[in-house]
């Protein structure tokens, strides 16, 4: 018998072309549609709601800036916060995007065995129960977007997989 993964909410049709430009308005509501995806995916395991951390969110804007201007795609070394990471390029970005593809590593986890996975550690970071808090930061330049999520307390611990990461309602 296969495991049949639970669908993916659909998001809006993406435009080609680097539509984002990175202005305070634009990338504010680009960060509250972050925030606001983030936690319809974390409602539909039972995961609280993250409440945003304007600490976080300096912290995770100066990695994002940090990105785009050295033009790479690496997570912060000994962060000490949980840490999500998104880069793209050659579309319009919408904030809703990073956390879907952050999500559709569900597909990788196995409940049944609750662990670390390469493959799924964003998704686990992204509804980890224990989380109370995060912050965001968005950078652009050109046609690429780099996006930025930190949470507080970090997710993913060795040995607590399996009352951090719910099953799907």
């Given at each position: 018998m296969s495991r049949q993964p639970p669908p993916i909410p659909k998001t809006a049709e993406r435009t080609p072309g680097p539509l984002g430009k990175d202005t305070?308005?634009?990338?504010?509501?680009?960060?509250?549609?972050?925030?606001?995806?983030?936690?319809r995916f974390r409602?539909?395991?039972?995961?609280?709601?993250?409440?945003v951390n304007a600490a976080l969110s300096k912290y995770a804007q100066e990695w994002a800036n940090h990105l785009r201007d050295k033009n790479i795609m690496q997570h912060r070394p000994k962060?000490?916060?949980?840490?999500?990471?998104?880069?793209?390029?050659?579309?319009?970005?919408?904030?809703?995007?990073?956390?879907?593809?952050?999500y559709r590593e569900i597909n990788a986890f196995n409940f049944d065995k609750p662990?670390?996975?390469?493959?799924?550690?964003?998704?686990?970071?992204?509804?980890?129960?224990?989380?109370?808090?995060?912050?965001?930061?968005?950078?652009?330049?050109?046609?690429?977007?780099?996006?930025?999520?930190?949470?507080n307390p970090p997710?993913?611990?060795?040995?607590?997989?399996?009352?951090?990461?719910p099953r799907k309602l």
């Open positions: 305070k308005s634009n990338n504010e509501k680009f960060l509250q549609d972050l925030y606001s995806n983030t936690n409602k539909m395991h039972g995961s609280p709601e993250l409440k962060p000490k916060y949980g840490e999500n990471i998104f880069l793209s390029g050659g579309m319009d970005v919408t904030g809703d995007l990073p956390v879907e593809m952050w662990d670390f996975t390469p493959t799924s550690g964003h998704f686990t970071q992204l509804i980890w129960k224990s989380c109370t808090e995060m912050g965001a930061g968005v950078a652009r330049k050109a046609d690429r977007t780099w996006v930025v999520c930190n949470y997710g993913n611990v060795m040995g607590q997989f399996k009352e951090n990461v």
